[in-house]
């Protein structure tokens, strides 16, 4: 077996704040194959986001800080990279797709001028070849009469379309790794599912890697082949989309899996919400972060950190970090209310 | 290192901006008590006496010497600040009060008197302030009451316009819009709901025109179109002492630095409040 | 754009009217200038004469249009002072007004930007201290004590500049910095913050995740941006720089068209107060409304609105 394209170990990220020193993400370790969809999923401040910005130097530093860890992606450690490597991987072979193009597009600057500059950048086009290239690749994201489209201004372009010009902006050098943060939190979700086909269509023809973070179990489901949950700067389960959407091991999957709205559920039941806030990071708790929020809590939860792992019953390749064994104390809670 | 020095940028110059300005104000208050000389009347025989710091020959008590006229400087600097500070805070107030009313009734009407007094306020806008002060103290003719006037009318038009964008707002607001359900009157929802809400933004905007206000007093006395003689003013010294250039350098040097203390500590007070009362610009991030 | 611009030009317009109208009110309070023209003791009947010539015993209102009809033709009468058309004696010192506004604009400009970049990218180290301290005092001290200030240094003490006066490029050199000093201290402190703002913004992060040389994202997405309310303040400046410039010209015994209007309101010219009040007025107009079509140009949002 080849070489893992991305290889993520024990990477720690903090920032310095007035208030204390923020650990935001925690021994984070994880690898992607070639060619594979990773979905990240996990609230707001669960660190899902900043690890990857962290690690391609997209963090404001100071604050930021990156405390330990390598990444390596092609064999080199990102991490060890002076802040030119970087430049020269960032929007070559590692593309980006953020979170409301609104505000992620210069507002000043034609849709022409925000695409062509990866592609003179990297690929060293003229501007008119790389005109070329960036009105096929408008086509491609599907926008209608890209020729004419191209020179206009961001806020000319609906919020669906935008996503689609900054998807074509992550996409213009081929990249091997394409990082969507969010991609398609501020859209309706009409125009989100039109833009989740597009990237399962395009993903399909360019065998690109990609990384989808996102807070939403439902995007994931029609799109990864694995899914990582995090929380609280740590992973706390991982493994292919179906074995978990099947049987989460985590409490805080089963959570969020829970508070997906259902075909058939929709009408009759109330969703569900995980109760509790999620945790300062100003001081991460001892052991698992979630434990204070898990109605399953043991209380080794509350003093030991679990490690991420395969227990046993799990289909290939499906990890956890808990103590408590979930399916069975779900089974167990079935059979009492029986 | 770094921390340090954002902190004194960040807080340090608003509590320099009160300090000085609490020091001008006291000082101002405390003249007639503080045993000065008068600041009107000289002697002949101490004409452009030196400071006496200076060492050079002084013999008179004038720390910062006199003028051509034997008057003590730090005396008419410090009355001086009496005329200038009630000047200018009365024009920003006077200002303020028109401002801030025609902000509200232009924000809470909106439709055509809205159209009007922002129209009214364009126009001023393209008559650069000196000019339109100047013309108007040549009009009317410079005295105390015409120079509140003319700075006043300099200074309505800022208020005006930050009031009304905030009276926009307000008059969507929960507290107002019942108050109007339950009937309500106008004048009652302007002073009871409104007015208390557009106060902070108004006392920013005061602050920040108070220095503006200094300034253009200073300059209209330092073109003899402000507050008459014998009354000591800033600018008029400066005026006066450009002819002693050559010979006697504090005549100058003095009232200025006091125009600089002043407007610079109400500057800093002003960027302070604003900071102060507005979080989304404190702190980090 | 076409909307927009029409737009602009009709409000332009509007100021101009106003203007010219506060102007002639204003100038009608002043009191009646036939009283100064006649020798004391001339007798009513030359007073009666002389105001029918001025066209002063007709009412207020009537005289207001044969006004506005007038300096639509340029013309606002002649000069009490110099018995020839006011608008000719104010254009004549037109050129010297607008040499040292403009030196002290751009020079103010440029010095501007470059201190206020180098405040935003030093963000807590002592160069942004040094640069706001300088931009804090150059708000502070009113532009006609320094220029007293550096007339003592240069020109009295040192004797490297003329005291003042007008002619040649070291007349120009101490007024014009003294203006810079002003209009600099302004652009720096916005700059430094409207940068500090846009670094923080979404398409910043889109810029560098494109993996952009830091130059071409400081001057084509940050720069852009930040730039944009600092058009605006040039114009602020702008007025503050002609209006300022009665104080400026006086100091410098720079010979302007501010100096003519203080030497004017001495004499009770009218007519070149008026003219030279509503020419500064106009072309201050003229500045905002090119100022606007830069702002449409900069920032493509705006042309759309309205």
Redesign the interface.
């Known amino acids: 077996m080849t070489a893992p394209l991305l290889e993520v170990k024990n990477l720690s990220v903090v920032f310095d704040t007035e208030g204390g020193t923020v650990h935001a993400v925690n021994d984070v370790s994880y690898t992607i194959e070639a060619g594979e969809t990773l979905g990240i999923v996990g609230e707001s401040g669960s660190g899902k986001s900043v690890h990857v ?1 962290a690690m ?3 963090i404001p530093r100071p604050p930021g800080r990156i405390v330990s860890g390598s990444v390596l992606f092609e064999g080199r450690d990102l991490l060890k990279l002076s802040e030119a490597e ?7 072979r590692i593309g ?1 797709v ?1 979170q ?1 193009p609104m ?8 849709v022409e ?2 695409l062509i ?2 592609l003179t ?2 690929e060293g086009l003229s501007r008119r070849k790389a005109r070329e290239r960036a009105v096929e690749l408008l086509d491609l994201v599907g926008i209608p009469s890209a020729d004419r489209r191209i020179g206009q ?1 961001p ?1 000319q372009f609906s919020g669906g379309m935008r996503q689609r010009v ?1 998807i074509a ?1 992550g996409l213009a050098c081929s990249p091997k790794l394409l990082i969507a943060d969010e991609a398609t939190t501020a859209l309706d979700v009409t125009v989100q599912a039109q833009v989740l086909d597009l990237v399962r269509d395009l993903k399909k023809r360019f065998g690109t890697t990609v990384i989808w973070i996102t807070h939403d179990m439902g995007v994931v489901a029609g799109l990864a082949d694995n899914v990582q949950v995090m929380y609280g700067g740590r992973i706390m389960e991982r493994g292919p989309v179906r074995s978990i959407f099947k049987q989460p091991h985590s409490a805080y999957t089963w959570g969020l899996l829970r508070s997906l709205p259902h075909g058939e559920t929709r009408l009759t039941k109330r969703l569900y919400q995980i109760p509790g806030q999620p945790p300062d990071l100003t001081e991460p708790p001892v052991g698992d972060p979630f434990a204070p929020r898990n109605p399953f809590a043991t209380p080794r939860c509350f003093t030991e950190t679990p490690p991420l792992r395969q227990i046993e019953g799990m289909a290939p390749g499906h990890q956890v970090a808990a103590w408590y064994d979930l399916p069975a104390l779900l089974a167990a809670e079935q059979g009492t209310e029986r | 290192m ?2 340090f ?2 902190a ?2 960040r807080s340090k ?1 608003g509590l320099f901006g009160w300090i000085i300005l609490s020091i001008f104000v006291l000082a101002a208050l405390l003249a007639p008590v503080l045993g000065l000389d008068s600041p009107v009347r000289g002697s002949l025989s101490a004409r452009l006496d030196p400071p006496t710091w200076t060492g050079l020959f002084s013999p008179g008590p004038h720390p910062l010497g006199t003028d051509q006229l034997g008057r003590d400087i730090l005396s008419r600097i410090i009355y001086g600040s009496r005329v200038t500070l009630a000047v200018a805070a009365a024009a920003v107030i006077l200002g303020g009060i028109v401002g801030v009313g025609l902000g509200i009734v232009a924000g809470y009407f909106r439709g055509m008197t809205d159209r009007i007094l922002m ?2 306020v ?11 002060a ?3 103290v ?3 003719g410079p005295s105390l009451r015409n120079i509140i006037i003319v700075l006043a009318l300099t200074s309505w038009i800022r208020y005006a316009r930050i009031i009304r964008g905030q009276v926009l707002a307000v008059r969507e607001r929960e507290f107002v819009q019942s108050a109007r359900a339950i009937g309500s009157g106008t004048l009652r929802i302007m002073f009871r709901h409104i007015l208390p809400n557009v106060l902070t933004p108004a006392l920013v905007v005061g602050t920040l025109e108070l ?1 503006r206000v200094i ?1 253009m007093d ?2 209209l006395s ?2 003899g ?1 402000g507050v008459p003689p014998p009354a000591p003013s800033w600018g008029r010294m ?1 005026a006066d ?2 002819t002693y ?2 010979t006697a ?1 504090w005549i ?2 003095f009232p ?1 630095l006091a ?3 002043t ?2 500590s109400v ?2 007070v002003g960027d302070w409040l604003r900071d102060y009362f507005d979080p989304k610009q404190r702190g980090l ?1 | 754009m076409i909307r927009y611009l029409l737009g602009k030009l009709a ?2 317009a ?3 009217w ?2 010219v109208t ?2 002639f009110f ?2 009608r ?2 009191g009646d200038p036939s009283a100064l023209l006649l020798p004391i003791g001339a007798s009513p009947e030359e007073m009666a004469r002389l105001q029918a010539d001025l066209g002063l015993d007709q009412p207020l209102f009537l005289q207001y249009l044969s006004y506005l009809g007038n300096i639509a033709t340029g013309d606002f009468g002649q000069s009490f002072q110099f018995g020839r058309p006011a608008m000719g004696v104010v254009l004549e010192r037109m050129p010297a007004t607008m040499e040292l506004a403009f030196t002290a604009l751009i020079l103010g400009t440029l010095l501007g930007v470059v201190a206020g970049t180098i405040a935003a990218l030093n ?4 160069a ?2 040094v640069v ?1 301290l300088f931009a ?2 150059g ?4 532009v ?2 320094l220029g ?2 550096l ?2 240094f240069f020109a ?1 003490d040192l004797r490297w500049l003329p ?1 003042g006066g007008y002619g040649t490029p070291a007349h120009l050199v101490l007024p014009a910095f003294t203006l810079a000093v002003f209009v600099s201290a302004s652009i720096a402190r916005l700059l430094r913050s409207n940068l500090l703002d846009v670094l ?4 910043v ?9 830091p130059r ?1 994202i400081l001057v ?2 940050v720069g ?2 930040a730039l ?1 309310p600092v058009v605006t303040m040039i114009g602020i400046i702008m ?2 720089l ?3 410039s ?2 400026t010209e ?2 410098f015994s720079w010979p302007g068209v501010g100096r003519l ?2 030497q004017a ?1 001495e004499t009770k010219d009218f007519p070149v ?1 008026q003219a030279g ?1 509503a020419l ?2 106009f072309i ?2 003229v500045i ?1 409304f090119a100022i606007d079509l830069l702002y449409g140009l ?4 705006i042309r ?1 609105r309205r």
């Open positions: 910005l391609l130097g997209l970087l430049r020269n991987i960032r929007g070559g980006f953020f409301d505000t992620s597009l210069n507002p000043v600057l034609t001028r925000q500059e990866p950048r990297h201004y806020h900054m902006i | 770094r921390s020095f954002s004194l940028l110059a129209r009214l364009d126009i001023q806008l393209a008559f650069p302030l000196m000019l339109l100047l013309l108007v040549a009009a009317l220095a300034i200073a300059a330092f073109l179109l400066l002492g450009r250039l050559s350098w100058v040097t200025g125009i600089v203390l407007v610079l500057n800093l991030k | 409000e332009s509007i100021a101009i106003g203007v506060i102007v204003v100038t309070i002043l963000r807590g180290r002592l942004e201290l706001m804090l005092l708000q502070a001290t009113p006609f004590w007293i200030m007339i003592l009295v005291t923080k913004e979404d398409y992060r889109t810029a560098r995740a494109k993996g952009l040389m071409v084509w997405h852009r941006n944009i007025g503050e002609l209006g300022g009665v104080v006086t100091v209007i203080i309101i107060i009040v500064i007025a201050f107009v905002n900069l920032d493509p949002r759309e």
